[in-house]
C-alpha cells in the first residue's frame, strides 16, 4: 500500500488541468501556496469552460464488444481489510448494504439484490488512469440519478459524497478512509452509475465488489471503489482534509474531468 500512495503522490498535481498543468513529483513543491494557487485557478478554468462548452448530458465515448480490453488494471487498494468488508466479501455480500442519507427527504438501504431489480444501465468505455494507463471495460449497474430521485433532495443540496470501505492510511481521524464526491450535475449525468458487473461478470474484489462508482467524464481517481454510504451534502470542506475527496486532500484536483 506504501507503493501505491508514494506511486500516486509522485503524480500530484492534475493530469486533467489545462494539459497537466503543475503536475510535479515533488510533494514540497505541490504543498507550495502559490503553486496550490495556480492549480486551484486551472481547476476552476478547466470545469468552467466544459460546463460552457460541452452538454451537461454528453456522453463520454463508448465503445464496441470487439474493443473490451483483454485485461483490466486494478487500480488504487485491490482488498480493503476492514474485518467487516472481509466477513461480508466472504459470504457473497449477501448482508452487506448501501446507504443513502444526508439531504434526502426518503434515507435508504439497499441491499445488493434489490440494486439487481432496479432499471440498469451497460455501457463500454474507457478508464483513464492519472498514473498513464487505461483500458476499456463493459459496465453494468443502477443509473445514480435514479437512486438520487427516489430517495428525494432537500433543497440546498449540491455534492454526493461517496464513503468506501477501504482505508488506505490507519489514522486516528478516519481521514485515512477512502472517500469521493461529484456535484449534483454530474450525479444525474447518464453514464453516472453505480456498477456491480464488470464484463458480463459480478464484480471481483479488486475491482470494487460489490458496487462501485462509474463517473465516465472523470479520471479514474473519481471511480470510488468498495461503496458503503453516499452522503447527500450542500458542502465537503467540514469532512477530513477539506477538499472533497482522500487524493484530493492530498494534491489531487476536485474536478477531473476529461
Not at 494539459?19 to 492549480?39: E, F, W
Not at 427516489?150 to 468506501?164: D, I, M, Q, T
Not at 471511480?223 to 451534502?233: P, V
Request: one cysteine or more.
Amino acid at each position: 500500500m506504501s507503493r501505491i500512495l508514494s506511486r500516486r503522490r509522485f503524480l500530484i498535481g492534475s493530469a486533467a488541468g489545462l494539459g497537466a498543468i503543475g503536475l510535479t513529483g515533488c510533494d514540497d513543491v505541490a504543498s507550495n501556496p502559490h503553486v496550490q494557487k495556480v492549480l486551484a485557478m486551472a481547476e476552476k478554468l478547466t470545469m468552467g469552460s466544459q460546463r460552457l462548452l460541452v452538454s451537461k448530458q454528453a456522453l463520454a465515448r463508448e465503445f464496441t464488444e470487439a474493443e473490451i480490453s483483454s485485461s483490466f488494471h486494478p487500480n488504487g487498494s485491490t482488498q480493503p481489510n476492514s474485518p467487516d468488508y472481509v466477513r461480508m466479501s466472504e459470504t457473497g455480500f449477501v448482508d452487506w448494504r448501501l446507504k443513502i442519507d444526508g439531504m434526502v427527504n426518503q434515507p435508504m438501504e439497499l441491499s445488493l439484490a434489490d440494486l439487481k431489480k432496479l432499471p440498469s444501465r451497460t455501457q463500454i468505455t474507457r478508464h483513464d488512469c492519472v498514473e498513464g494507463w487505461s483500458a476499456i471495460g463493459k459496465w453494468q449497474g443502477v443509473p445514480l440519478g435514479l437512486l438520487l430521485q427516489s430517495a428525494g433532495l432537500k433543497p440546498g443540496a449540491r455534492y454526493a459524497v461517496f464513503h468506501c470501505a477501504d482505508e488506505l492510511e490507519q489514522t486516528l481521524d478516519g481521514s485515512g478512509v477512502y472517500y469521493e464526491s461529484i456535484d449534483l450535475v454530474d450525479a444525474f449525468h447518464p453514464q453516472s452509475v453505480l456498477a456491480y458487473s464488470l464484463n458480463g461478470k459480478d464484480l471481483e474484489v479488486e475491482h470494487g465488489a460489490p458496487l462501485r462508482l462509474r463517473v465516465e467524464r472523470h479520471l479514474g481517481y473519481k471511480h470510488a471503489k468498495y461503496l458503503m454510504r453516499i452522503e447527500i451534502r450542500d458542502r465537503f470542506d467540514d469532512l477530513w482534509g477539506g477538499k472533497g475527496g482522500f487524493w484530493e486532500d492530498r494534491g489531487y484536483e476536485w474536478y477531473a474531468g476529461i
